[in-house]
């Protein structure tokens, strides 16, 4: 009998499973305010040098800089004893500043840019500080992926919960940007573990209709962290309370050492069935659906007969047989590709021009229709509905770069557009990785697919150096990748409404039996 069989008997998504996405769904809002708090914390204010400008003229020329909507870089070539409005010139080389830099405060109280100096021969740092932090989520998905496989989900989550409070609590009191940018990656490495573990400790306890609902639900309460941060740095405008508000409230995770139950599906795939049985009989008395005595055992000794074969699975299986190959690679490029044009878009709003709170909660507010508009699609078709959606997030990011520079508002509305496409597909990747990989190599695959992801989000906020060769260079990446993913992702299966796949034989569609004391295929 097949795992989903048997939550179908305990109920699919009853009180167990929605109390348990309750707990699941908590973190993303935290995970959301320490994936774009750089947007406020690293936001560069205009800025001028001392050296450069009268001690009287400064809050003059500060204040024509942040009214002007002036390129924060503009006063890095200011002349001598020329005011801000007078623009670029030539009588001081960028990074000369002797006298230090003074920094208007109509915005930000205080950056990591202001108190370190992040500017002109040195803003290159504050880009890197931002791709070493996505380097931690690289690390993370691969450290934690594969120690989900052997530990479990529930032990994983917990040791990346308690990471992300200790080191992001102390990356508010870091003394330098070095000591900052390594807790930062600290902070990072958790999230890859808390966001991969949570959806899959949900995905393997909910029953196959209800899995597609589940997976976006998590997704909506990311949308909502993203919301909410534009009002918390709107309150809060110096970046070490910031800092301190975003990570503080993580202590009260320290309740899900009692809360959070274990992965039945997991520990049934690991042998160890006792362990497992408990698990399923209470979410069985929760869901007012108790299970009888005959009937448990019944269904275990159906478990045993298809497990009589088994053997240790590692990453290498996803790429031994052809299909698991084929399937791995595709979602591979996806997850690159997604994270990639999704951080792109958002690490960099301050390039459209406009209220860089007001961008933020606008950016925030496309998530929600975004991932609402998935739970019609999903149901007909998590291929075609992927494909969709990354066509339109690809097309509407190449057609800004025909839109002049003046025009702000339109070339928003077309950033908003390929956002919109982009976190919808975004959010269905999750749910049909989660379903293209089976149970035995599950957190493996998605492990090594978040990896792939954090490559992309790492690149992204390097993605700002293209500009130097050409301004739309940017978008026309942004544009150019979706589309490529949206044509592989119809090579990819349909798993809507289908049961997930537990051995990589149900993917490649032959069993394994034992002969002569041999592991023999059978087509």
Same mark, same amino acid.
Request: hydrophobic share 45%; aromatic share 12%.
């Given at each position: 009998?097949h795992?989903?069989?048997?939550?179908?008997?305990?109920?699919?998504?009853?009180?167990?499973?929605?109390v348990?996405?309750?707990?699941i769904?908590l973190?993303q809002?935290f995970?959301a305010?320490?994936?774009l708090?750089?947007?406020f914390?690293?936001a560069?204010?205009p800025h001028?040098c001392?050296?450069?400008?009268?001690?009287? /003229?400064l809050n003059?020329?500060l204040s024509?800089?942040?009214s002007?909507?002036?390129?924060p870089?503009?006063?890095?070539?200011?002349?001598l004893?020329?005011s801000?409005?007078?623009?670029?010139g030539?009588?001081?080389?960028?990074?000369?500043?002797?006298?230090?830099?003074e920094?208007? @405060?109509e915005t930000?109280?205080?950056?990591i840019?202001t108190e370190?100096d992040l500017?002109?021969?040195r803003?290159?740092?504050n880009?890197?500080g931002?791709?070493i932090?996505m380097?931690?989520?690289?690390?993370?998905?691969v450290?934690?992926?594969?120690?989900?496989?052997k530990y479990g989900?529930?032990n994983?989550?917990l040791?990346s919960?308690?990471i992300?409070? #200790?080191f992001?609590?102390?990356?508010?009191f870091?003394?330098?940007?070095? %000591?900052?940018?390594?807790l930062?990656?600290m902070?990072? @490495?958790s999230?890859s573990g808390? %966001?991969m573990?949570v959806?899959?400790?949900?995905t393997e306890?909910t029953?196959s209709?209800?899995r597609?609902?589940a997976?976006i639900?998590?997704?909506?309460?990311?949308?909502?962290?993203y919301?909410?941060?534009?009002? *918390?740095?709107y309150l %809060?405008?110096?970046w070490?309370?910031?800092?301190?508000a975003?990570?503080a409230?993580?202590f009260l995770?320290?309740?899900y050492f009692?809360?959070l139950p274990?992965?039945?599906?997991?520990?049934?795939?690991?042998d160890?069935?006792?362990?497992?049985?408990?698990l399923?009989?209470?979410?069985?008395?929760m869901?007012?659906k108790?299970l009888t005595k005959d009937?448990e055992?019944?269904e275990?000794?159906k478990?045993e007969e298809?497990t009589?074969?088994k053997?240790?699975?590692?990453f290498i299986d996803?790429v031994?047989?052809?299909k698991?190959?084929?399937q791995?690679?595709?979602?591979?490029y996806l997850?690159?590709?997604?994270?990639l044009?999704?951080?792109g878009?958002?690490?960099? %709003?301050?390039?459209?021009?406009m209220n860089?709170?007001l961008?933020?909660l606008?950016?925030?507010? #496309?998530e929600?229709?975004?991932?609402t508009?998935?739970?019609?699609?999903?149901?007909?078709?998590?291929r075609?509905?992927?494909?969709?959606f990354?066509a339109v997030g690809?097309?509407?990011?190449?057609?800004t770069i025909?839109i002049? /520079?003046?025009?702000? *508002?339109?070339?928003?509305?077309l950033a908003?557009t390929?956002?919109?496409?982009i976190?919808?597909?975004l959010s269905?990747?999750?749910?049909?990785?989660?379903?293209?990989f089976?149970?035995v190599i599950?957190q493996?695959g998605?492990?090594i697919s978040?990896?792939?992801?954090?490559?992309?989000?790492a690149?992204?906020?390097m993605?700002?150096?293209?500009?130097a060769i050409?301004?739309?260079?940017?978008?026309?990446?942004?544009?150019i990748?979706p589309?490529?993913g949206?044509?592989l992702?119809?090579?990819?299966p349909?798993t809507a409404h289908?049961?997930l796949?537990?051995?990589?034989?149900?993917?490649e569609?032959?069993?394994?039996?034992?002969?002569d004391?041999?592991?023999k295929?059978v087509?």
């Amino acid at each position: 009998m097949h795992f989903d069989e048997i939550l179908s008997l305990v109920g699919g998504f009853g009180k167990f499973q929605k109390v348990l996405y309750v707990w699941i769904c908590l973190p993303q809002i935290f995970l959301a305010f320490h994936m774009l708090v750089s947007v406020f914390t690293g936001a560069v204010p205009p800025h001028l040098c001392r050296s450069t400008v009268r001690p009287a /003229d400064l809050n003059l020329n500060l204040s024509l800089l942040s009214s002007t909507d002036a390129d924060p870089e503009l006063s890095c070539g200011i002349p001598l004893n020329h005011s801000a409005a007078a623009g670029p010139g030539h009588g001081v080389p960028p990074g000369s500043c002797q006298g230090g830099w003074e920094y208007s @405060t109509e915005t930000f109280h205080s950056t990591i840019v202001t108190e370190w100096d992040l500017v002109c021969d040195r803003a290159s740092l504050n880009h890197f500080g931002s791709s070493i932090y996505m380097f931690g989520l690289l690390v993370g998905a691969v450290v934690f992926g594969s120690l989900a496989d052997k530990y479990g989900r529930r032990n994983i989550v917990l040791i990346s919960l308690t990471i992300q409070v #200790v080191f992001g609590v102390c990356a508010a009191f870091a003394p330098n940007f070095y %000591i900052y940018t390594a807790l930062r990656f600290m902070v990072g @490495t958790s999230i890859s573990g808390v %966001i991969m573990n949570v959806f899959v400790l949900g995905t393997e306890w909910t029953g196959s209709k209800e899995r597609m609902l589940a997976g976006i639900i998590t997704d909506y309460f990311f949308g909502f962290g993203y919301i909410m941060l534009a009002g *918390v740095a709107y309150l %809060i405008r110096d970046w070490r309370k910031l800092q301190l508000a975003i990570s503080a409230p993580g202590f009260l995770f320290i309740s899900y050492f009692w809360l959070l139950p274990k992965s039945a599906r997991w520990l049934m795939a690991n042998d160890r069935k006792e362990e497992a049985w408990e698990l399923i009989r209470k979410a069985a008395r929760m869901n007012g659906k108790p299970l009888t005595k005959d009937l448990e055992m019944w269904e275990v000794n159906k478990i045993e007969e298809k497990t009589e074969v088994k053997r240790k699975h590692s990453f290498i299986d996803l790429v031994q047989t052809p299909k698991m190959r084929k399937q791995s690679l595709i979602v591979f490029y996806l997850w690159f590709v997604n994270v990639l044009v999704y951080y792109g878009l958002s690490l960099n %709003i301050s390039d459209f021009g406009m209220n860089i709170f007001l961008t933020q909660l606008v950016f925030g507010l #496309v998530e929600m229709p975004a991932r609402t508009i998935t739970l019609f699609t999903l149901n007909r078709s998590r291929r075609i509905s992927h494909s969709a959606f990354l066509a339109v997030g690809g097309t509407a990011c190449l057609l800004t770069i025909f839109i002049p /520079d003046d025009l702000t *508002v339109v070339k928003t509305v077309l950033a908003m557009t390929g956002k919109f496409g982009i976190t919808a597909s975004l959010s269905i990747i999750y749910v049909y990785s989660a379903e293209v990989f089976p149970t035995v190599i599950r957190q493996n695959g998605v492990g090594i697919s978040s990896m792939c992801a954090r490559i992309g989000g790492a690149l992204a906020p390097m993605m700002h150096f293209l500009r130097a060769i050409s301004p739309q260079a940017p978008m026309v990446l942004c544009g150019i990748c979706p589309l490529l993913g949206s044509g592989l992702t119809l090579l990819l299966p349909e798993t809507a409404h289908k049961p997930l796949p537990d051995t990589i034989e149900d993917v490649e569609g032959y069993t394994i039996r034992v002969k002569d004391g041999g592991v023999k295929p059978v087509v």
